[in-house]
């Protein structure tokens, strides 16, 4: 069974930083593209970045471009997210997401078959 678990969610005050990390357990995805969205209360799903399965490529939102930096470590099966300089435009569930492709740059949620259940990132003013 395919697991994504998300860590390192938590409450923050504006102009800090968080990191936060997903495990993938149950298949490698060191082949595959993986990425990260959010969803703000009454909002829907966006995508905030993406790497793809060496790394060499990374994806951004514009609004977090600058700020936030998508890593991965494939040796570990993990994929990190460090966020800096957050505001509270910020707050959001985060979510890890895996894709079962090593083509796509996983700017779409729909390139996306495993997805994690959710890490919550508060950015208080």
């Known amino acids: 069974q395919v697991q994504l678990i998300e860590s390192g969610g938590g409450l923050v005050q504006a102009g800090g930083s968080l990191r936060l990390s997903c495990a993938a357990s149950?298949?490698?995805?060191?082949?595959?593209?993986m990425g990260w969205f959010r969803q703000a209360p009454g909002k829907e799903r966006r995508f905030v970045a993406s790497?793809?399965?060496?790394?060499?490529?990374?994806y951004y939102a514009d609004s977090v471009k600058g700020r936030f930096t998508i890593s991965r470590d494939n040796a570990k099966n993990t994929v990190s997210l460090q966020m800096n300089s957050l505001s509270p435009e910020d707050t959001a569930v985060y979510y890890c997401?895996?894709?079962?492709?090593?083509?796509?740059?996983?700017?779409?949620?729909?390139?996306?078959?495993?997805w994690g259940q959710g890490a919550q990132v508060t950015v208080s003013s």
């Open positions: 149950g298949r490698s995805f060191s082949s595959n593209t």
């Open positions: 790497i793809t399965w060496s790394g060499r490529d990374t």
């Open positions: 997401a895996a894709s079962q492709s090593r083509y796509v740059s996983g700017k779409i949620s729909s390139e996306y078959t495993y």
